[in-house]
């Protein structure tokens, strides 16, 4: 039972890296600006938010920061989409998305799910 717990808890923290991504599109698409702007922002913030994922939090990342580091950088990106959302008048997601991922944290922590 606990084995399925697990893994449905490190399911919810790739889906909401997904969304974190998401949020981050669909700001950089919403916000205010020409088409131009549309397109470096929709897909320019969540590009760099994956790269800097990938440099310093992926469990394979050449860099890969020690918590608390690591968790900092995280909150940061997490903390950064809802205040996307929220800049795009979506505050009810903002939360959600940020509640989410910290009660997810949190039980990757207490489980001991860390990634090597």
Same mark, same amino acid.
């Given at each position: 039972m606990m084995a399925t717990l697990r893994i449905i808890n490190m399911t919810v923290r790739f889906v909401l890296e997904l969304c974190m991504l998401a949020a981050l599109a669909y700001w950089g698409f919403q916000r205010d600006g020409g088409w131009l702007l549309h397109l470096a922002a929709g897909f $320019? &913030?969540? %590009? %760099? &938010? +994956? &790269?800097?994922w990938g440099l310093l939090i992926a469990p394979k990342a050449k860099r890969r920061l020690a918590d608390p580091w690591r968790f900092l950088v995280e909150l940061a990106l997490? $903390?950064? +989409? +809802? &205040?996307a959302l929220v800049g795009v008048a979506r505050p009810l997601l903002a939360t959600l998305l940020l509640l989410l991922y910290l009660i997810n944290r %949190? %039980? /990757? /922590?207490l489980w001991g799910e860390e990634f090597p």
């Amino acid at each position: 039972m606990m084995a399925t717990l697990r893994i449905i808890n490190m399911t919810v923290r790739f889906v909401l890296e997904l969304c974190m991504l998401a949020a981050l599109a669909y700001w950089g698409f919403q916000r205010d600006g020409g088409w131009l702007l549309h397109l470096a922002a929709g897909f $320019g &913030a969540p %590009l %760099l &938010a +994956a &790269a800097i994922w990938g440099l310093l939090i992926a469990p394979k990342a050449k860099r890969r920061l020690a918590d608390p580091w690591r968790f900092l950088v995280e909150l940061a990106l997490f $903390g950064l +989409a +809802a &205040a996307a959302l929220v800049g795009v008048a979506r505050p009810l997601l903002a939360t959600l998305l940020l509640l989410l991922y910290l009660i997810n944290r %949190l %039980l /990757v /922590v207490l489980w001991g799910e860390e990634f090597p």
